[in-house]
Structures are given as structure tokens and as C-alpha cells.
């Protein structure tokens, strides 16, 4: 159900070979990535990544060193922040505290020197759109958390912005709430067609939120792909092991043949991978792959490892056992749970089966050694 | 809450004493040989702590010097009366009358003073030595204006204009020259209300009021007046510090006050007490005194005057100076004060 | 009885009673000793007379010259401070807190210097061609404006700073984006939120300013008359305490009145939670 009243027709945004610096240390270097009109994309990484960087340098909040950012085919370098018509969230939503919710909404509107019945009509509509009705009078003090959100949301989109940015929306509201007001956010980024960008650390927000993640790493962009490729097909280890959960076990190239790699584990086990790899042999290499992917039995084989159980837990519909390798890797490994699901004792000497066709190999050496 | 009642009583009285307590410590301060004695800050208080303090401790007591204006004096007394903070108070017959009237001071015992009899019969008085005679005139900068001539020159030369600088009635160099003033422009020198007329006629002599003659002296120097009513003593003081300053008798004459040393009413170190006093009218103290910059008029008999005091007043011509009437001063002096105060503030 | 924290108030409330309440009790005690007994007499006298009224008129506007002047200097000083690096903060402080540390009577005399005919601001009027001959701002309102300013600014500053620093700049930043530009940031975002900060100095400032004695005498002059002289003249020169203290009383319950005035201004619900 378009609205097409309700937004200016959202824009592609695009950042090009972005870097900025704090104090001489580059803080991001070379970030380039689109969104397409009407797309939301998440900027996901750990604290310290450089994400938040990205999105003032975008806000036009600071002036970054070098990089083009465009807006709609316009480039934003000469257009001050207060111009360049971007709606944002904050990280605390920087909710004026001595203006009404209603004057908060209306705040944009006043800058862009609405006329004062106009303004009224906008922001009442405003708040149904994000359920506040009757809200109008309050100060964000006397408002709960996702109630605050949501009006740094209305305030955000009120003036018609081409492009929203959110920094951490969700990061101060508690988790059951979290999930409802992420589902009311796409719900409505969807009626207006706005063109969204979310600065989060939480995957599981950016998995349910975005279309597509821009995933960085210490001012890098490493990877930019939909939630399921970036899961599924990881390009970096970084990115393997910050999304979802990930089994790490460290090896060398032993035996290279036309359809399988023999890897040497450092435990002395060697793995076989069904798989031609594009490394030669001797190199050392991480593998790693998913707790899903690791099944346990009682019984030894040929090609299981030997684990010993240190505790079981249930995660709702799934079961995540702890395991201790031989030579004291840790190993987790989960399972769907049913009724007849055999749960083992802590301590019990199991063995682990790995699914090497889902196997992912990266290169041991650090990163500088790679380029 | 028995326990809370009791803590309340105690409370209470805790707080009584803490008031009453509050009141004490004045007077254990002056314990021992040393006498308090209040001076006039500045020129006053320099010379006497100077001076004075070597011979009094040849007599075998202390001496503490502790600057306060006449006016102040009498009020710190009064907010203390049987338990003053002074020993021995300096003032003029102005401030005297109200001491001796609100029972601050007492009569003395002239047999405890070895130098009484180097006095004048007119410097002995009962409550107290005269130490010397303040002379008052006309004090002007020579570089900004001609000598005045007297008062009623100030208020129609047009030389003077915006240059004379007047305090309010509460000093009393300044009700001297207004009790002169009002037997110029008035029917005699409580006629005050030709000398509010008079202002209220010469706005420009109102913008030159201020609070002290301390006051005029600074204001003297950053040359932003160069007119005011002053004592021998403050020109001394400014020729002292190398200033342009002349002093001038007026031609109606020189309104003139003693000086005078008296004993508090409860005075703790009476000795003491007497002892600075014989110091202040010894020939020892009042030689030095008498020099620049102080140029205090000597009232002991056996010291010579030097040129410098000689070109103000001469000894004979102590009796022809113009003594006021303080006690016809005091009878209207608050009113004065408030009526000038309301027509300086506009 | 529950225990509670009240013991530990006990010296506190001691030293109060004895040294404050006590005296203040024997003040206005005083008030009403009149001619003939107790009576509102002196109370009558003071308010009656036109002259004392528009004294404490002139103590008041004083007073809020003062507060205009120094809201006037000192915003942009802590806007300066807020933007500031760590040491050009430490810097302003330091700046900011050395008129505090000098005694009054010594600040006062520098003012003397200042306002003087011969003062600097008399010189620069006249270089620059402003001033024909050289004037003294002595004994004027103007003059005695300007060092109380000077002497008060701490007073307002260091209040604005506790607030400022408590502001992150998120809020600044929310604005810009919003579309405001720098005056309308200052005017509906940093005022509004540094009101709080502004209504404690203004409080400090007004009873600083409206009981500076040494100042008001000094740079004032005899013909700029305000309440504490006349309390002064009444103690001083005339020994008529009641009257005194009537006086003082008056000056204590108008300046008590703009205080709890400002203090139910700071209350309001919108200058409450973020200050």
C-alpha cells in the first residue's frame, strides 16, 4: 500500500572509496557500497569498526578526508547537514527533553518553515503512523523506551526525508520488546518506500531487518551480500565467525587431488574435504564450520573426531552441546530437538562427525600477509 | 521517640549556648598588658603603630593599633556596650558628644599622666588629651584650578565647575564646610536647607559627591577632581606622595577639631590604656609626629612647630579658628544624612 | 524508630541554628522595635519613604542589569568551553576562576583604574575618535554594571559548564540534521537546555549583586545609592539598628521572593530531568 503522500520518493544512496581519519589513524578506509531507492541495507560490525564513521560522514555530521558520497545522483560534499534532507535516528534518539512529543515530531518541520496548521495535520499523522496517538502533550521523560524510539522515528521521517539513518536503533530496549518495534520499523519503511540505513552491532537485527548487509571489520568493508549469503558463504573469516556461530580448527594442505583436499589438523587428525582447494599444498589454513553442521554419535568411525561432552543446553527448539576435543579445542555442535532426542551425560566420550561438504577453508596467515 | 524528646531539650540548649558563646571571645582577646586602641586608618594608623609603639613598651605594656573610622568606632562600642573591643577610642567632639551620651567612655585620672601638664588648659579635657588639632580648609590641585578663595568661590567661580569633589554629612570634614556654608548662603550653621539649595541649584557640585575623604584623596590622585574639603593632614599626605596638592584656609576661616584619646567604659587593660595615652602627648612622640607626611598639630607645649605646619596655623592662632557646635551638629546630623543621601541620589 | 541519616545532620544543623538562625532570629526581633514598643513602625518608615523604595528599586534593576550583562558574556564563554579540547577547557576554567580568587576589595580598586578619566576605556573611546575629551565612568550605573559583571561572571559560567558538559553533543547534532541552522540551534536547543544552568547563576548572580557593598560604595559613589549602604548608613553612621535591620529584613525577603520565583521556574516540568 503506497503512500506516496507520506514520503519524498526515496533516493539511491551511494558511498565511493570512503576515508576518514581520527588524529592521523584511519578510522575507515575505502568504504564504498550503494542502496538502491527504497532499499534497506545494515552497516554490521563489532563496536570500534567504523560503521558509526560511515554513517555521520553520510549525515554530514563530519567531513570525511576523501570518498564521494551521492544522494539521488547528487554529490553531497558542499551540502551542509542541515540540508541534505536526511532523516536520522540516534543512537539515545536525542529526543529534545524541554519539547513535547508533538514538538519534537515537529521540529524538522519548523526548520523547513512549514506552515503552523500544516505542521499540526503532519504530525498528528506522525504519531498514528507510529501508534502514539494522544501522545502529543508528553515530554520523552514521561515516555517508556520503545515509546521514545518510536518518536525519534516519527521525528526522523517527518520531514520527508530521501534517505533514514539509524544509528543502533534498538540498542537500549530490552529484547522482547526489540523484535516487536523491528517489525513495526520495516513494516512502515515498506509503506513509505524510504530508502533505509541501519548502523547496528547485532546481527540478529541486521539479519531481520536489512535487505543486504555491509559487513565491516577495523574501517574495511568485508563482505556485502544478502543475510543468507553472507551466512551461508562467508568470503572472509571474519565474517564467518561474526555471523552466527562457528567452529574454528586450524590445519595444513597436506594432499591436494582433482575432487578432494586433505587437510592435517593440528591435533593430528587430518579432515578430507570434497573439494579441490585454491591453495598449495603446505599452506596452513583455517577451517571452520557450522554447529549445525557437526553431528555427534556414540560410536567411533573412520572419519569422526573424538570429543568429550562438557554440557548440553537447550535452546528452544534446538539442543547446543559443548565439546572439548583431544587436544583441548573447543567444539560446539547443535541439533534440532525432538521428543526421542537422546540427550548424553556431561563427560560422555562421543564422536563428531563434521559435514565437510559445508566445510569453509580461509588462509591462517594475518591479513597483511594475504594482499 | 522518648529518646528523640530528650535529644531535642539537649538540642536546644546546645544551641543557646553556641548563641551565647558566639558573644564571648572579644573579650578574652585583650588579656595581658596590651591596650587596644583604635585609630584612624591611613596616616593615623601608620604613625601611631610606629611611633607609639616603642614608647609605650618602654612603659612596660603592649600596644595594638586597630584602624577604624570615628563613626565606626562608636558603632563597634555600641554592638558591645560593658565588653568594648577598644581600650582608648580617637575622636573629635562630634563623636565625643554621642560617646559621653550613650555612656561609652569614661573620665579619666590626669595623676596617671606624666606629660598632662606639657597640655594647654584647652587640650586637657576630662574625658581624655587632646593630641592634636586637625585644621580643615580647601585642598586643590594648583595645575587644574586657581586658589579658591573660600567656600562661596567654589559655587560661583566657574573654574571650579565639575572639578569639586563633596562627601556626605556623615564625615565630619564634610559637616564642618556644610555648617560654614550654611552661615554663608544661610541664617546660621544649622540653616542646612540653604545648603540642600544651594546643590539643588549647582547639579554639577552634586555629580562630585562620594562617600570618604579617603575616598576624594584616590579619586584626587587619578586627577579625576581637584577640589575637595580636607584637613591639613590629607594634603601633608598627598604632597607626601609627590602630588600637586595645596591647602587652602578659607577665607571665613578654618573650621578646626581636635583629636582626642578616651578610655572606654570597661577598658580591661586600663594601664596600658594610660600609658599609650601619655605616649601620644609625650614630646618623644609628638616631635616625630609632626614631620612629613603626617604634619600632626603638636598640643604639648614643649614642641616647636616646624615651617611646614606654621604656613597652615600658627599656635596663637588656634583660638581664632572656627570650633562648630557639635552639639547642635548632632541634634540634626541623621537628618542631614538622609535628606543629602535622597538629594544626591537624585 | 527506623535508623536514619539523621545524626549525621546533627553538626550541620548545630552550627545553623547557632550562627545563622540565631542571629537572623535576633534581626528581625530588632525589626520591630519601634518609639514606642514593638511595631511595624521602622517597616513604615523605610517603605514609606519614596526615596528608600526607589532605592530598592535601583538594587533590583541593578541586579538584573548585572544578569543580562553577564548571561550576555558568559553563554559564549561556555559554548567556547563545550566545543573546546581538553586543555583549552582547563584553560577557561583556570581563566574563569582567577576573578574568584582575588579579593573583592583589590578587584573593586583595579575598577577605579579602569573607569577612571585616564582609565584605558576612556583612552581607547578618544584614540579612536568616539569620545571627544577624556570621561570617567565613576560613579555611574555603566561603570559599576561593568565590574560587577566582571566580578559576578564566575558566578554564571561555572554553573553553565556543569550543565553544558552533561549535554552530549547528540542533541546539537540531532538538530542539524532536522534542518536548524546554527542560531536556531542555539536559541531552541542549547538555551532552553542550558536554562536550568542559566536560573542558578541568575540566582547567584542577582544575590551577589544586591548585597556587594564594597562595589556598590566604591565605583558607585555617594550618588548611586543601594539597599546595603543604607543598611550601612543606619548601623554606621546613624546607630539606629532596628532600623537596620528593618532594612536588611526587606532586602532579605525581596531577594528570598525572586529566589523561590526562580527556583519554582527551574521546577517546571520541562526544565526538570535534563538538568
Wanted: hydrophobic share 45%; glycine share 8%; with cysteine.
Amino acid at each position: 500500500m503506497p503512500q506516496a503522500s507520506n514520503a519524498a520518493e526515496g533516493r539511491e544512496l551511494s558511498v565511493r572509496g570512503l576515508t576518514h581519519s581520527y588524529g592521523g589513524q584511519n578510522a575507515i578506509s575505502d568504504i564504498s557500497f550503494e542502496i538502491k531507492a527504497g532499499e534497506i541495507v545494515a552497516l554490521l560490525g563489532p563496536s570500534g569498526c567504523g560503521k558509526s564513521t560511515v554513517l555521520r560522514a553520510i549525515a554530514g555530521l563530519i567531513q570525511p578526508k576523501s570518498g564521494l558520497i551521492q544522494l539521488g545522483g547528487q554529490d553531497l560534499a558542499n551540502v551542509s547537514a542541515r540540508a541534505r534532507g536526511i532523516g536520522m535516528v540516534f543512537q539515545n534518539y536525542a529526543l529534545f527533553p524541554h519539547l513535547t512529543v508533538a514538538e519534537n515530531i515537529a521540529y524538522p518541520l519548523a526548520c523547513q518553515k512549514v506552515a503552523r496548521t500544516e505542521r499540526r495535520e503532519r504530525v498528528e499523522e506522525m504519531l498514528s503512523l507510529v501508534q502514539l496517538k494522544g501522545f502529543g502533550n508528553r515530554l520523552p521523560r514521561e515516555l517508556s523506551g520503545g515509546q521514545q524510539q518510536r518518536v525519534a522515528v516519527a521525528r526522523a521521517i517527518a520531514g520527508r526525508p530521501s534517505l533514514l539513518l539509524l544509528d543502533e536503533p534498538f540498542g537500549a530496549l530490552d529484547r522482547a520488546l526489540r523484535f516487536d518495534l523491528q517489525v513495526e520499523l520495516l513494516h512502515l519503511q515498506k509503506t513509505l518506500g524510504i530508502t533505509t540505513l541501519i548502523v547496528t552491532h547485532d546481527q540478529e537485527e541486521a539479519q531481520s531487518l536489512a535487505g543486504r548487509l555491509v559487513l565491516m571489520n577495523k574501517g574495511n568493508v568485508e563482505q556485502i551480500d544478502t543475510p543468507m549469503a553472507v551466512y551461508d558463504r562467508p568470503k572472509t573469516l571474519f565474517v564467518n565467525t561474526f555471523i552466527g556461530q562457528a567452529n574454528v580448527l586450524h590445519g595444513k594442505v597436506d594432499r591436494l587431488e582433482a575432487e578432494a583436499t586433505t587437510i592435517a589438523l593440528t591435533n593430528g587428525k587430518a579432515l578430507v574435504l570434497p573439494r579441490r582447494l585454491n591453495f598449495t599444498t603446505g599452506s596452513t589454513v583455517t577451517i571452520t564450520f557450522r554447529p549445525e553442521d557437526v553431528r555427534l554419535s556414540a560410536t567411533p568411525s573412520a572419519s569422526a573426531l573424538p570429543a568429550r561432552l562438557t554440557v548440553s543446553v537447550p535452546l528452544g527448539p534446538t539442543l547446543v552441546h559443548d565439546l572439548l576435543l583431544e587436544d583441548g579445542t573447543n567444539l560446539r555442535a547443535s541439533e534440532v530437538r525432538g521428543p526421542s532426542t537422546f540427550i548424553p551425560e556431561p563427560g560422555a566420550q562421543l564422536f563428531a562427525e563434521i559435514d565437510t561438504m559445508r566445510c569453509h577453508a580461509f588462509p591462517s596467515e594475518p591479513e597483511a600477509f594475504r594482499e | 521517640m522518648q529518646d528523640f524528646n530528650i535529644t531535642r531539650r539537649h538540642f536546644g540548649l546546645l544551641a543557646a549556648g553556641a548563641a551565647a558563646a558566639a558573644t564571648v571571645p572579644f573579650a578574652a582577646r585583650a588579656a595581658g598588658g596590651t591596650a587596644v586602641a583604635a585609630t584612624f586608618p591611613g596616616n593615623w594608623e601608620d604613625g601611631y603603630r610606629s611611633v607609639l609603639t616603642p614608647l609605650v613598651k618602654a612603659a612596660g605594656f603592649d600596644l595594638t593599633v586597630a584602624p577604624a573610622m570615628a563613626q565606626d568606632q562608636l558603632a563597634k562600642v555600641m554592638a558591645s556596650p560593658g565588653n568594648p573591643p577598644y581600650d582608648t577610642l580617637l575622636m573629635s567632639p562630634g563623636q565625643m558628644a554621642v560617646a559621653v551620651e550613650n555612656d561609652l567612655i569614661q573620665k579619666i585620672d590626669p595623676s596617671k599622666l606624666k606629660n598632662w601638664g606639657m597640655l594647654d588648659p584647652a587640650f586637657q579635657g576630662e574625658y581624655g588629651p587632646t593630641v592634636t588639632v586637625e585644621v580643615n580648609g580647601i585642598a586643590y590641585n594648583p595645575d587644574l584650578v586657581p586658589a579658591p578663595k573660600g567656600y562661596r568661590d567654589l559655587f560661583e567661580n566657574p573654574a571650579y565647575k565639575g572639578l569639586v569633589s563633596w562627601t556626605g554629612f556623615a564625615s565630619n570634614t564634610g559637616v564642618m564646610a556644610y555648617t560654614e556654608i550654611a552661615k554663608i548662603f544661610g541664617s546660621g550653621p544649622t540653616d542646612m536647607d540653604a545648603v540642600f539649595k544651594l546643590f539643588k541649584d549647582h547639579p554639577e557640585h552634586i555629580k562630585g559627591v562620594v562617600a570618604s575623604t579617603n575616598h576624594q584623596m584616590t579619586l584626587f590622585q587619578q586627577g579625576e577632581i581637584a577640589v575637595f574639603m580636607c584637613s591639613t593632614g590629607n594634603v601633608a599626605k598627598l604632597k607626601a606622595l609627590g602630588l600637586k596638592a595645596e591647602f587652602v584656609q578659607p577665607e571665613t576661616g578654618s573650621p578646626a577639631a581636635p583629636v582626642n584619646i578616651h578610655l572606654t567604659k570597661g577598658a580591661k587593660n586600663v594601664d596600658a590604656a594610660y600609658a599609650y595615652m601619655d605616649a601620644a602627648i609625650s614630646k618623644a612622640a609628638q616631635d616625630q609626629l609632626k614631620m612629613p607626611p603626617r604634619e600632626m598639630f603638636p598640643t604639648n607645649k614643649d614642641v616647636e612647630l616646624t615651617p611646614g605646619i606654621e604656613a597652615y596655623v600658627k599656635r596663637e592662632q588656634l583660638a581664632s579658628l572656627v570650633y562648630p557646635d557639635w552639639a547642635a551638629i548632632n541634634k540634626n546630623r541623621a537628618e542631614w544624612i538622609r535628606q543629602f543621601d535622597a538629594l544626591v541620589a537624585g | 524508630m527506623k535508623a536514619s541519616g539523621f545524626p549525621y545532620v546533627i553538626p550541620m544543623l548545630l552550627l545553623s541554628v547557632a550562627f545563622f538562625a540565631t542571629p537572623l532570629a535576633v534581626l528581625v526581633g530588632f525589626s520591630f522595635i519601634g518609639p514606642e514598643g514593638l511595631s511595624l513602625h521602622n517597616y513604615a518608615r523605610f517603605l514609606g519613604d519614596a526615596f528608600n523604595y526607589r532605592v530598592l528599586i535601583n538594587t533590583a534593576k541593578l541586579g538584573l542589569q548585572t544578569i543580562v550583562s553577564t548571561t550576555l558574556l558568559g553563554v559564549p564563554i561556555a559554548l567556547l568551553y563545550w566545543h573546546s579540547g581538553k586543555t583549552a577547557r582547563q584553560i577557561i576554567i583556570f581563566l574563569t576562576l582567577i576573578p574568584m580568587l582575588t579579593s573583592n576589595v583589590v578587584r573593586t580598586f583595579a575598577w577605579i583604574v579602569i573607569l577612571g578619566r585616564q582609565g584605558p576605556i576612556s583612552e581607547t573611546f578618544v584614540a579612536l575618535g568616539l569620545a571627544e575629551r577624556p570621561f570617567s565612568l565613576m560613579s555611574t550605573e555603566l561603570g559599576l554594571v561593568m565590574a560587577m559583571c566582571q566580578i559576578d561572571l564566575p558566578l554564571i559560567i561555572l554553573p553553565l559548564v556543569a550543565i553544558l558538559s552533561r549535554i552530549p553533543v547528540t542533541y546539537t547534532e540531532a538538530a542539524q540534521v532536522s534542518g536548524a541552522g546554527p542560531w536556531r540551534i542555539l536559541v531552541t536547543v542549547l538555551l532552553p537546555m542550558m536554562l536550568p544552568g542559566l536560573l542558578a547563576g541568575w540566582i547567584l548572580v542577582f544575590a551577589s549583586t544586591s548585597a556587594s557593598f564594597v562595589t556598590q560604595a566604591v565605583i558607585g559613589g555617594a550618588r548611586n545609592v543601594y539597599v546595603p549602604q543604607l543598611i550601612y548608613r543606619e548601623v554606621g553612621t546613624l546607630f539606629d539598628w532596628p532600623m537596620a535591620s528593618a532594612i536588611a529584613v526587606v532586602l532579605l525577603l525581596s531577594t528570598g521572593i525572586l529566589l523561590v520565583a526562580m527556583t519554582m521556574i527551574s521546577r517546571h516540568r520541562r526544565l526538570v530531568g535534563h538538568a
